[in-house]
Nanobody, 125 residues
Framework: QVQLVESGGGSVQAGGSLSLSCTAS????????MAWFRQAPGKEREAVAT????????YYGDSVQGRFAISQDIAKKTLYLQMNSLKPEDSAMYYC??????????????????WGQGTQVTVSS
């Protein structure tokens, strides 16, 4: 089992920045991929960014490419998401996710084994 706890959400004006953190506990060695997903009201949950170990391969969704940055501190068992140049359409509940032990990638919902409780990000125009 892996437990994930997010922090760092909040409200910001368009063009601003926010940083999210996700601290993992439990059997964290079981997962090679961690990710940030988001879900806005009435929309499907989508992958924002993923980080795969040990090659430290990253993936970004088209809508956040160049504005968001994902990183991981293995020693602290913490995943980060730095969000810059935020837009109103970035408003959503953001979820930290950990992939199944056999998954190198975790962009798809079916590749995710564990979810955090979510943290709200609201961007006003």
């Amino acid at each position: 089992q892996v437990q994930l706890v997010e922090s760092g959400g909040g409200s910001v004006q368009a063009g601003g920045s926010l940083s999210l953190s996700c601290t993992a506990s439990g059997h964290t060695s079981e997962t090679y991929c961690m990710a940030w997903f988001r879900q806005a009201p009435g929309k499907e949950r989508e992958a924002v960014a993923t980080f795969s170990s040990p090659a430290e391969t990253t993936y970004y969704g088209d809508s956040v490419q160049g504005r968001f940055a994902i990183s991981q501190d293995i020693a602290k068992k913490t995943l980060y998401l730095q969000m810059n140049s935020l837009k109103p359409e970035d408003s959503a509940m953001y979820y930290c996710a950990a992939g199944h032990p056999w998954e190198i990638s975790c962009r798809a919902l079916t590749q995710v084994a564990y979810w955090g409780q979510g943290t709200q990000v609201t961007v006003s125009s």
